[in-house]
């Protein structure tokens, strides 16, 4: 009735997968988490700390990619997640240095976790603005609002949809909340 040994053979291809899956979690949250420091570093105006980190993050990345292939890591929600938030650190690395938000070379990064990660971007700078406003420092605010601004106007361009909309939509509330920011400024001048 049941062909054994094509069960076998599902079972260890299975199996293989399931193996599979947890290397790349386990290898994704250290990922995800040097991200999130590498943010935080750059909060705190430590550059090097995150270069360092954003290293090994892309090291990390770049293994992972070797060992199970982009299709394959594409699969699991864990790398998604850990693959945005490097987009999210490294864009916020590029603006703290002076650099642009462009293209990543060091790894292959899918349209999804781009878009995800540049939105996420946003918050990420409306924080500094606060923290930049609480400094005194009100021309790194008018720049961070124009930066934002410039993020916006090309993300308009697309006809985001399903999660990325949601993204989309919090880097809007991000634009509201740098221009209320920069309103309340101008007002105490």
Known sequence: M????????????????????????????????????????????????????????ERALADLEKKFGHSRLSEEGAYKAAAEEYVEAKMFYRVMTGKKVDKISKTKMDIDSLLGGICDLTGELVRRAVNQASAGNLEEVEKIKKAINEIMAELAEFDITGYLRTKFDQAKTNLRKIEQIDYEIKLRK
């Open 2 to 57: 049941i062909n054994k040994k094509f069960i076998q053979n599902l079972k260890k291809k299975y199996d293989k997968r399931t193996e599979e899956r947890r290397q790349i979690i386990g290898a994704s949250n250290i990922i995800l988490h040097d991200s999130k420091r590498v943010i935080f570093s750059l909060h705190r105006t430590d550059v090097k700390k995150a270069s360092e980190l954003l290293d090994g993050a």
